[in-house]
């Protein structure tokens, strides 16, 4: 199966199970990250939560290579502490920073703060230390077509999703869960200079393939990223 309208240089890979989606992903973005090692001394990785990629995860913590020499942080985040089960960096901690990643630097979004703004702006201020572009960056996507937390009609997706926007993390709502996010803003996450989507299932496959056609970035956030270097990962 294919998806129609992609941009040239956007790449489709099929994978015939979530093992296999799983596996090719970590090789992938472990090749990747002993590239810019090799070539640069360092790699940043920002990766993106949720459950699906917990298998992504646990596979790449195994991999040999200098993991003291890379830094994590997310893409996107739940305003709610690290101990709460919906925390991305909790799940980060829990099966990725393990194994031989344990030695790998991470840079954590969340911030308490007053509210998601002053949050978001402490988040702004960490990652301008942070190592750009990006060496590797993995994004997920839900079945509205938003990826990291740009979400279709949340307050600010317009400010985020703009290419020269100088900040680096924003507040955003996700919509259909009343919880208050951080996401890392466009301009941050598409100078990155290896980018994965991995998404899994049929009606992932729907929405990025309307996404692909329709082109409407404030409709299907995904949109602005389906770009030359995008490497899609699918699996039914």
């Excluded at 129609?4 to 956007?10: E, I, Y």
């Excluded at 007053?114 to 702004?124: G, H, K, P, V």
Aim: some cysteine; proline content about 7%.
């Amino acid at each position: 199966m294919a998806i129609s309208n992609l941009p040239q240089g956007v790449e489709f890979i099929e994978l015939n199970g979530r093992e296999a989606h799983a596996e090719q992903l970590t090789q992938a973005v472990a090749a990747a990250l002993r590239e810019a090692i090799a070539q640069k001394g360092a790699a940043t990785l920002v990766v993106s939560g949720g459950r699906s990629p917990v298998p992504f995860f646990e596979q790449l913590s195994e991999q040999e290579l200098d993991w003291a020499k890379v830094t994590i942080t997310l893409a996107d985040e739940r305003w709610v502490p690290l101990e709460h089960p919906d925390s991305n960096g909790g799940l980060i901690r829990k099966h990725l920073l393990r194994n031989a990643a344990r030695a790998a630097t991470f840079v954590d979004l969340y911030a308490a703060g007053e509210n998601a703004e002053t949050a978001a702006q402490e988040a702004d201020n960490r990652l301008q230390n942070l190592p750009k572009p990006i060496d590797v960056l993995v994004l997920g996507m839900g079945d509205d077509a938003h990826t990291a937390s740009l979400f279709p009609g949340s307050p600010g997706l317009e400010d985020a999703l703009d290419p020269q926007s100088e900040r680096l993390c924003l507040p955003m709502w996700a919509p259909s869960v009343p919880r208050q996010r951080l996401t890392m803003t466009r301009a941050l996450l598409s100078g990155a200079h290896n980018q994965f989507l991995a998404i899994q299932g049929q009606s992932k496959l729907a929405a990025l393939q309307t996404a692909a056609t329709a082109g409407d970035e404030l409709a299907t956030p995904i949109s602005a990223f389906l770009r030359e270097p995008l490497k899609i990962y699918w699996c039914p």
